[in-house]
């Protein structure tokens, strides 16, 4: 994440006054109207430049959301997405806590930051077995200094090893005092996870739906449920891409939209001031609560795999992402998105929005041409490719080249078809979210994005497969889990009865698994 100062460090022109404090909706449902980007300062030609280089880098962008001076400059989503699909916007999720620790706080349904956490979760009273743990507050699961001696690189919630995030967590020994050191953790939100949802009586999702959810506007946003029957507190809230940016309008304008006063602008304002001595994940930046804080009145708030909300007063802006990337979009922001912005309205440039429009349908829509299919189709279509040595823990493949084209992954205890192409053209299915237990979650390559630790809340998955013979020998699939940031690479070598298959995550990846098998 170190590189996330290229854009903290780029500095720039003022553009005209700030944020204004209320929001507009026009008769098409957008909650601000649609313009071209030079009316609000952006140089369309830049955003050209961006595309092209998306395309041409294969930079697996879902959506990319501009909203400055309170009107929409541009708003795309990448095929297969559309505008209403959700996202798993991970981390960003410790921001939108954030917002409900302010609320709460502001109700008084918690008293302050500085409220021991041992005192609001009395059934974990065994874990805080010494005065300097007992010490830990709201202020150090926001800003992540609870003193606790955990990884300092953050722990995800697939390496955990135990069915009670918040146990697990408050059973490290104490490292500092709490407030000295920064240690970036995903049990420290799922503690405040079940301090707001104890302290006002609803659920956390209930909470969010009552006081953001609703007066935002915001739809069909979903939420995944922890082991204990809590909400996960640092990832798993799934929104649409325009909802994230309504998130981010929010904070542009210190809590308030459509008339309302939704986060205390007093919360806004300390959320997002730096809270400790140095940010050890990004150099550069600072950490607020929930926040990360750059220099020239950034705020940003970020998500694993490239979910992103970019804010800024000084520039009016707001940009949100979603992607399937680890860094990239942030070079992307830093080297055309901040060039673009200009200090005042642009005369309009009909060649360079003609080709951005070009460009934005061409990253809509399906764009291949049909491919060629092998006779070799025919002859593996229905076997078993028996694999030898599976680290992903499958026992067999199935490739079925048939009227209506599938692919089976079978595990000891479960087997997962889904409709594939032959022509490189996703096919878009659904699945049961079911409950996924600790232990196999790691190197699980489906539900990576929906990590449903929830046995009462299964929900609905959509896959997104695609596939194409790359020469007689040679069978490229796909698999997208949609509304995730991972995408699955898996490339079929068919020799004689002998197949080997090379899987990732990136298709540029130069390092690849090997797996081998045979055709039963």
Not at 119 to 125: C, I, K, N, T, W
Not at 197 to 215: I, W
Not at 443 to 448: D, I, R, S
Not at 459 to 483: P, Q, V
Request: aromatic residues 14%; charged residues 20%.
């Amino acid at each position: 994440m170190k590189q996330l100062t290229i854009f903290f460090m780029v500095t720039g022109l003022i553009f005209g006054s700030q944020a204004r404090c209320f929001s507009q909706k026009d008769k098409s449902g957008y909650f601000l109207p649609k313009v071209s980007p030079e009316e609000v300062g952006i140089n369309s030609q830049k955003l050209v430049e961006m595309y092209e280089r998306i395309d041409q880098d294969s930079i697996f962008l879902h959506s990319l959301i501009i909203i400055r001076h309170d009107k929409i400059a541009l708003e795309s989503y990448f095929y297969p997405y559309q505008r209403d699909d959700i996202h798993n916007v991970k981390s960003i999720t410790k921001s939108f806590l954030s917002a409900l620790t302010g609320i709460a706080i502001e109700e008084g349904k918690i008293e302050n930051v500085e409220k021991e956490v041992w005192r609001l979760l009395p059934e974990y009273a065994q874990c805080f077995d010494d005065s300097l743990k007992k010490r830990i507050a709201i202020k150090h699961l926001l800003s992540m200094t609870s003193g606790l001696n955990l990884d300092p690189y953050g722990e995800g919630f697939n390496d955990l090893d135990s069915d009670d995030f918040i146990q697990w967590t408050f059973n490290h020994p104490m490292k500092t005092n709490p407030g000295n050191d920064f240690c970036y953790n995903n049990g420290l939100p799922q503690a405040l996870s079940a301090i707001i949802t104890k302290q006002s009586g609803m659920s956390l999702k209930d909470y969010a739906a009552q006081k953001l959810f609703e007066p935002l506007h915001i739809k069909n946003a979903q939420w995944d449920k922890g082991p204990k029957g809590y909400y996960v507190g640092g990832s798993e809230l799934f929104l649409r891409p325009i909802d994230m940016a309504r998130f981010g309008y929010l904070y542009l304008n210190d809590g308030f939209f459509d008339g309302q006063q939704l986060v205390p602008e007093s919360w806004v304002d300390v959320s997002t001031q730096n809270q400790i001595g140095g940010f050890q994940m990004i150099d550069g930046a600072k950490y607020g609560y929930y926040w990360i804080i750059g220099d020239d009145e950034w705020i940003v708030t970020n998500g694993s795999g490239g979910q992103t909300i970019f804010t800024n007063k000084k520039y009016n802006l707001i940009v949100a992402i979603t992607a399937a990337e680890g860094m990239r979009q942030f070079h992307l922001f830093a080297e055309y998105i901040l060039p673009s912005l200009k200090d005042n309205v642009l005369p309009e440039n009909v060649n360079s929005n003609k080709r951005l429009n070009q460009l934005l349908k061409e990253a809509a829509d399906f764009s291949g041409s049909s491919k060629e299919s092998f006779a070799i189709a025919n002859e593996i279509s229905g076997k078993k490719i028996k694999l030898t040595d599976c680290p992903l823990h499958f026992e067999t493949i199935a490739l079925d080249f048939g009227d209506d084209s599938s692919i089976q992954f079978e595990k000891p205890d479960t087997i997962y078809t889904f409709p594939i192409s032959q022509n490189n053209e996703f096919v878009i299915s659904q699945t049961q979210n079911s409950y996924v237990p600790i232990e196999k979650i790691i190197h699980f390559p489906f539900n990576m994005g929906w990590m449903n630790f929830s046995k009462e809340e299964p929900g609905i998955i959509k896959n997104a497969l695609r596939g194409y013979w790359k020469n007689d020998e040679t069978f490229f699939l796909e698999y997208h889990e949609m509304g995730s940031p991972f995408h699955f690479f898996y490339e079929f070598i068919f020799t004689e009865e002998q197949v080997k298959i090379y899987y990732s995550e990136h298709p540029t990846m130069q390092e690849r698994m090997v797996i081998n098998g045979y055709l039963k």
